[in-house]
């Protein structure tokens, strides 16, 4: 680059336009002393099990202190086939002092069967415009129907998603390009990151999680090449030391620091790049759906706070 402007500068400026950028590599110890004020968001998979509508996640999400919430597309579904209004869902929402920060879909949008593809796309903006009407402006785009039966090209991938991101320009709602440890494809941070650039898109960005990092073999050291204002959003959690990474499931995902996780280390990377977006908790424990839902929410973040507090102090 002959430009007089240095290249942190220009990484950074090119996050801030939305799109994604790779970062000089920081150590994790150069991050601030300080607590950083990140907003914490409740991804209501980790409360699936107990079957209560998404109104009342809402109430329980509110009441709790979360800033943002992470619903299901399904459960929007749900509310709307209960007779229940998207008008009045997102003033639930907002009355809750929540912002729908991210929303979490399935839409084969990336596969190599262009019938299911553009029907995957067309599933993708339906999703989006109910996003949208309770208030949302980011949706998680993982590889669903290109987990298995072989490895995608990835600059074919790449294009696809600039077609996603297009999608997303209509309907205001961006959608975040999802890490899925246990896939065969996007299973890794590189590849992520790889599609992302590639898709050549000022609004590509990515959705990183604790469990997929570490399930799909990435080290978290990765994390120090991505800018922070590429990574609007960060799944937390937490995983045991066994089962071993080639079994464990999304059923094993624990608390944050109930784990073995380096959570003070990704947590200190993720602030040396920039990175002040939001945390949500995304768990699929059964374990936790047989508790009283409120206890799950409440102790969801006060583990997720405790987790950044010690990272930080």
Same mark, same amino acid.
């Given at each position: 680059m002959t430009s007089s402007l240095s290249r942190r500068g220009f990484l950074t400026a090119a996050a801030a336009s939305g799109g994604l950028a790779l970062t000089s590599a920081t150590p994790a110890s150069a991050a601030p002393a300080a607590a950083p004020k990140f907003r914490y968001c409740f991804n209501t998979s980790t409360i699936r099990g107990q079957k209560q509508p998404l109104a009342e996640q809402v109430e329980l999400i509110g009441k709790a202190g979360y800033d943002g919430i992470e619903p299901w597309i399904s459960?929007?579904?749900?509310?709307?086939?209960?007779?229940?209004?998207?008008?009045?869902? &997102?003033? &639930?929402?907002?009355?809750?002092?929540?912002?729908?920060?991210?929303?979490? !879909?399935?839409?084969? *949008?990336?596969?190599?069967?262009?019938?299911?593809?553009?029907?995957?796309?067309e599933n993708a903006k339906r999703d989006m415009d109910l996003v949208a009407q309770i208030g949302g402006t980011r949706i998680a785009a993982p590889p669903a129907g290109a987990t298995r039966d072989g490895k995608l090209d990835?600059?074919?991938?790449?294009?696809?998603?600039?077609?996603?991101?297009?999608?997303? &320009?209509?309907? !205001?709602?961006?959608?975040?390009?999802?890490? *899925? !440890?246990?896939?065969?494809?996007?299973? &890794?941070? !590189?590849?992520?990151?790889?599609?992302?650039?590639?898709?050549?898109?000022?609004?590509?960005?990515?959705?990183?999680?604790v469990y997929h990092l570490y399930k799909g073999g990435s080290d978290f050291t990765g994390l120090e090449l991505i800018d922070g204002g590429a990574i609007p959003c960060f799944h937390m959690n937490d995983y045991p030391a066994d089962p071993p990474r080639e079994t464990i499931a999304d059923r094993d995902r624990v608390y944050p620091g109930d784990g073995v996780a380096p959570l003070t280390e990704i947590l200190q990377t993720l602030v040396s790049t920039g990175f002040n977006g939001v945390l949500s908790l995304e768990l699929f424990n059964p374990g936790y759906w047989e508790q009283n839902p409120a206890v799950v929410v409440e102790t969801g973040l006060a583990k997720m706070k405790a987790a950044v507090a010690k990272a930080f102090s």
């Open positions: 459960q929007i579904d749900d509310h709307v086939k209960a007779g229940g209004l998207l008008s009045d869902l &997102r003033k &639930r929402i907002e009355d809750a002092g929540l912002k729908v920060e991210s929303a979490i !879909g399935f839409a084969n *949008w990336i596969v190599d069967d262009d019938e299911k593809r553009m029907q995957g796309l990835l600059f074919k991938a790449a294009e696809r998603y600039h077609a996603l991101l297009e999608v997303g &320009r209509q309907t !205001g709602v961006t959608p975040q390009l999802e890490v *899925w !440890g246990f896939s065969e494809n996007l299973s &890794r941070l !590189g590849e992520t990151a790889l599609v992302a650039i590639e898709s050549k898109h000022p609004d590509a960005c990515i959705l990183p999680d």
